[in-house]
């Protein structure tokens, strides 16, 4: 990894420019206006010098030992998880994606806008053809107004489930955060562990037609902690001063459970998710779904505890099937002052407190959690809701079945096949990636632009559901012209079950406007939906049994994926995409491709 810092770039650029003869003695004139723009910078320091980082991954086999069972892992050089990638609000990032391993790979950097730059975005076969063995694409893209905490991930097959590491992206230089400045930083990323190598679990389910086997542990920091056997020492220590503040930036890289998190006798206040700024709350727990990040300040106690807490997280469940219903633990150490050491309570064993976390079924806990998201709506971070919409959409998210092929035997419902659907469309993967076929004009025989703005078959989506639990089959997009606005809801239904269904929007941010249970009502629901600061976020979970309206600006040309992060949902067709036309102006047009954009 090689990060070139402002200073080296200044210098490099005047060693340039004295190579190339350029770098004549200043004039009068010159210095007068130096002054006065060295004096403006110090009184605005906006235009604070933006930079390209370097990155390369190495997609290689590493042997990785968890709760004693060693396996054979998909990583990104070498680490799990993999490296942290650290830039400021406009920068440009170059990453450098080499695949050693037999697997195809692409990777996706979640949340980021990717505006014009689609072929960076990563879902392999709708930007890109995945990277095959052997080959290599360089990440090209620009960090446009987001600051806060964002992921990258594997976004081909179950990959993700060891191909992951936090995005963290830092304000401008001179740019102080809305709320007091942390002590330190941590990012804490929750994951799921197999025992199993998780392709050649979910490649089982895709034949069998049954439901996947689930995770043998959770983890934070890629470590399953105390709680579970064989594994006391691969936990997680976060080392602490008394009386500081520290920022801590949580992620959920979980393949298939949303999680509660909490840390024993701690509050915790809540100032940012999917890197974007909060109204502050207090909370001594906290709900965060597959794929949503959270930045939370954490103080600490005035003096020693003479203690130590488990930060912990465990599911929060709504479905029928079966979860890894078990908790990860890391453990917050106050580090010793010179008082402390001297007195006797050094050498004893601490006593470990534990959080109580919410039951595992707690939507009350959920509902009420997600209602106090609020954003910051400030002058200098404005919530530009979309007041009117020119689009209006209604989606129904859900299970659902396919038929048994003849003469095999499935172990879905019923002896079918499992299934998953928005709007009854369940998502076939293309062979070529939509966005070239877009791009050069062949969609033909790839996708159709007729993906449904409602049901074609409307239903009570939350009372009984219908016998026919069959689903269509197709792949079948959205089209929008370029700053269209767009209003979704989005519905639950109960079709072998309801549940809560993390869904993310690639390329933009979208407004969550307004939520509830049961059917969603035309009539009476949007008058309460929330205009003003509603959150602003790229992942939003679908509610149990309920719905979800957002809205957003289709302002990013080019094609984007929407599914729901829960990965065994995403393999069984959870997922659609929309193509947002190019504008008229040349600054509202996709980027070319790039001459290495991989091949299919």
Known sequence: MYIQSPKRAASLEKKKQIKMGVYLLPSPAFLAAFFISFVTLSVHPEPALAITRHYKF????????????????????????????????????????????????????????????????????????????????????????????????????????TVYGPLIILPKLGTPYPFAKPYKEVPLIFGEWFNADPEAIINQAMQTGGGPNVSDAYTINGFPGPLYNCSAQDTFKMKVKAGKTYLLRLINAALNDELFFSIANHTL??????AVYLKPFDTETLLIAPGQTTNVLLKTKPRHPNAKFFMS????????GTFDNSTVAGILEYEESPETIQSSHSTKKLPIYKPSLPPLNDTSFATNFTSKLRSLA????????????????????????????????????????????????????????LLQAHHFG??????????????????????????????SNGTKLVVLPFNTSVELI????????????????????????????????????????????????????VPSGGWVAIRFLADNPGVWFMHCHLEVHTSWGLK?????????????????????????
């Open 269 to 274: 206040t809540v100032v940012d998710v999917d």
């Open 442 to 471: 062949q969609s033909k025989g790839v996708y159709s632009p007729n993906f449904p703005t409602s049901p074609l078959v409307p239903f009570n989506y939350t009372g009984t559901p219908p016998n026919n639990t069959m689903v």
């Open 313 to 320: 997280a465990r599911p929060y469940v709504t479905g029928q």
């Open 58 to 161: 190495d997609v290689v086999l590493q042997n990785v030992t968890r709760l004693c069972k060693t396996r054979s892992t998909v990583t990104v050089n070498g680490k799990f998880p993999g490296p942290r990638i650290v830039a400021r609000e406009g920068d440009r990032l170059l990453i450098k994606v080499v695949n050693h391993v037999q697997n195809n790979i692409s990777i996706h950097w979640h949340g980021i806008r990717q505006l014009r730059s689609g072929w960076a975005d990563g879902p392999a076969y709708i930007t890109q053809c995945p990277i095959q063995t052997g080959q290599s694409y360089v990440y090209n893209y620009t960090i446009v107004g987001q600051r806060g905490t964002l992921w990258w991930h594997a976004h081909i097959s179950w990959l993700r489930s």
């Open 490 to 541: 989005m519905q639950d239904t109960s079709i072998l079950g309801a549940e809560s269904h993390p869904l993310h929007l690639h390329g933009f941010n979208f407004f969550v406007v307004g939520q509830g249970f049961g059917n969603f009502d035309p009539k009476k629901d949007p008058g309460n939906f929330n205009l003003v600061d509603p959150v602003e976020r790229n992942t939003v979970g």
């Open 378 to 433: 400030s002058a200098e971070f404005p919530a530009n809701v979309p007041q009117k919409f020119d689009r209006q959409f209604f989606f129904t998210v859900g299970l659902g079945t396919n038929p048994c092929s003849k003469n095999k035997t499935c172990q879905g419902p019923n002896g079918t096949m499992f299934a998953a659907s928005v709007s009854n469309v369940s998502f076939v993967m293309p062979t070529k990636a």
């Open 576 to 600: 659609m995409a929309w193509v947002v036309l190019d504008g008229k102006l040349p600054n509202q047009k996709l980027f070319p491709p790039p001459a290495d954009l991989p091949k299919c």
